[in-house]
């Protein structure tokens, strides 16, 4: 069973810095994209960025130029350097495939930034 634990959440104010980390229990990373997706209440989940296997990635246009995605495949791990963090970036982070998998949802990690 694939489970998907995000790590690296925390409270940090406006203009900080966090890294978010997902490590996988079994190695899907080599064969499949990987994505960040992040919710805040009464929204859809939404992607953030993706990264392929030959590391090609993807940003929504709300994080260009401030958000890394980046993945380490020995370590079947995905991360998402995130700077110049916003109010607006306040959400649960997930990580998933994309497009995800209904069985691949964990519990997330909470990004809050205040102003």
């Known amino acids: 069973q694939v489970q998907l634990v995000e790590s690296g959440g925390g409270l940090v104010q406006a203009g900080g810095s966090l890294r978010l980390s997902c490590a996988a229990s079994?190695?899907?990373?080599?064969?499949?994209?990987m994505g960040w997706y992040r919710q805040t209440p009464g929204k859809q989940r939404e992607l953030v960025a993706y990264?392929?296997?030959?590391?090609?990635?993807w940003y929504v246009d709300s994080v260009k130029g401030r958000f890394t995605i980046s993945r380490d495949n020995a370590k079947s791990t995905v991360y998402l350097q995130m700077n110049t963090l916003k109010p607006e970036d306040t959400a649960v982070y997930y990580c998933?495939?994309?497009?995800?998998?209904?069985?691949?949802w964990g519990q997330g990690t909470q990004v809050t930034v205040s102003s």
């Open positions: 079994r190695s899907i990373f080599n064969i499949n994209t």
């Open positions: 990264i392929t296997s030959g590391s090609y990635t």
């Open positions: 998933n495939t994309h497009p995800p998998r209904y069985a691949y």
